[in-house]
Each structure stands twice: as structure tokens, then as C-alpha cells.
């Protein structure tokens, strides 16, 4: 499944370079330049992974991971340091931090160093998603409603997963291709309204209780419904 990073450096050659290269791999990357903005997308929009820079303008790095650990967030948070201060490494960790790399490293190595978190997170976080009767192990990407397993693309697993992760909330369709696409990719509204379709009929088909509501102008909702 495609991971949101949320990526926070000042340093704008360096942050043009991250984007470039973990797109490339695959990731959905949202950069900020400063340690406010990155924390306003933190608190207000969904990422499966972090990547900050201690040194930042407007909110400090180390702030930014307090901040957002403080709110209750828990997705992996790799740090970024310019120096090899050990103290940075130490505060940044005890303020949150699951991680950490020095400047200048490569690459790979970033890209190594997420893989591994997420992996982790997959496995430390919550482990099942569930509403009513449909349970979802995000560990091994198994989706079920009731007792029956339910067959679902990565694009469906996707949608579904983002659901369970809003309960009760209204998820935008911007929000929906953003957790779905890559930046760049065609992100003509009609491609979700298909995936949404083929979810709501696959839902449809094992229980009543579920139903993914339309809110015109708004986004869907993923709702359980109590059928007598
Ligand atoms: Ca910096």
C-alpha cells in the first residue's frame, strides 16, 4: 500500500531531493519548509510516516515531534539531524522519536530506515481495524465481515482501511486520492467514485449493517447502520 510520509526540512535543495527520490519508491510525500506548517498537516490530515528535520524554522523539529506525540499521534517518526551531537539524537528520541539519521546519509538508507518502521509500526500498532462485523488485520492485509474473507484490490484495501481509520468522520475525495495516488497521477475524481462503488457493492454483499454514505460536495462516510 502506498505510505503518506509527512516530510519536514528547511533546506530546500535537500528537500526537493527527498521528494524526487521517495516518490520514485513509491511514497506519497507532503513537504513543508517549517515546523509549523508540517505540524498544522500533522494534526489535521492522515500520514503513516514521518520524516523531520530537528532544525527548523517557525517550530523546532524537536517541538514538532513533542507536539504531535502529545496529540496522541503515533505513527513512526524518523529524525533528521545536521549535527552528530549525540544530545540531538537523545532528546529527539525521548521526545517521540522512533529513529533517527545523521546528514549527510543516503538515500537508501532513508528509504531502508522507513520500510523498517513501518514494518514495526504495522506490527506494534493497532493490528486490527474493525465497525460491526467487519474486521480488517493490517497485518496481513486480511479484510473480513463476519466469518466470510473479503476480496479486495490494494486500491479497495486502501479506501477501506482509510475508513476505519476516520471512524464516523467524512473523508473527502481529495483526501481519498491522496491516500491513494501518487502526486502526480491522474486524480480525476470519477476513478474513486468507481473504487467507492465496487467497495460499497462488495460490502453490500456480505452484510446491510455497512454502508459507505454519499455526502454530495463533501466526501463518503463509512457507516454501520443497526438492521433489525
Ligand atoms: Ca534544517
Known amino acids: ?3 503518506r510520509v509527512l516530510l519536514a526540512e528547511d533546506d530546500h535543495v535537500l528537500r526537493g531531493q527527498l521528494i524526487d527520490l521517495l516518490t520514485e519508491r513509491q511514497f506519497v510525500v507532503e513537504s513543508f519548509g517549517d515546523g509549523a506548517a508540517a505540524l498544522d498537516f500533522g494534526l489535521n490530515q492522515t500520514f503513516d510516516l514521518a520524516v523531520i528535520d530537528l532544525g527548523l524554522p517557525k517550530l523546532p523539529g524537536l517541538e514538532l515531534v513533542k507536539t504531535l506525540r502529545a ?33 549527510p546519509f ?18 506494534a500498532l493497532q493490528t486490527t481495524l474493525s465497525l460491526g462485523p467487519l474486521s480488517v488485520d493490517v497485518k496481513a492485509k486480511a479484510v473480513s465481515v463476519g466469518k466470510v474473507a473479503l476480496s479486495l484490490t490494494a486500491y479497495e484495501y486502501g479506501l477501506l482501511t482509510l475508513f476505519l481509520r476516520r471512524p464516523g468522520q467524512i473523508v473527502s ?12 497521477m491522474d486524480r ?34 463509512l457507516m454501520q447502520h443497526c438492521v433489525s
Do not use: C
Open 1 to 3: 500500500m502506498v505510505q
Open 71 to 103: 496529540s496522541g499521534l503515533d505513527q513512526p517518526i524518523l529524525i533528521l539531524t545536521a549535527r552528530g551531537d549525540w544530545h540531538d539524537k537523545v532528546e529527539g528520541l525521548e521526545a517521540g522519536a522512533d529513529d533517527y539519521l545523521v546528514k
Open 106 to 123: 543516503h538515500i537508501e538508507e532513508l528509504v531502508a530506515r522507513l520500510g523498517a518502521l513501518s514494518r514495526r509500526a504495522d506490527g
Open 173 to 184: 475525495k481529495n483526501e481519498l486520492a491522496d491516500h491513494l495516488y501518487q502526486e502526480d
Open 188 to 221: 480525476d475524481s470519477n476513478v474513486i467514485e468507481v473504487f467507492i462503488g465496487r467497495l460499497r457493492r462488495k460490502l453490500a454483499a456480505e452484510t446491510s449493517e455497512l454502508q459507505i454514505e454519499t455526502h454530495r460536495g463533501q466526501g463518503y462516510r
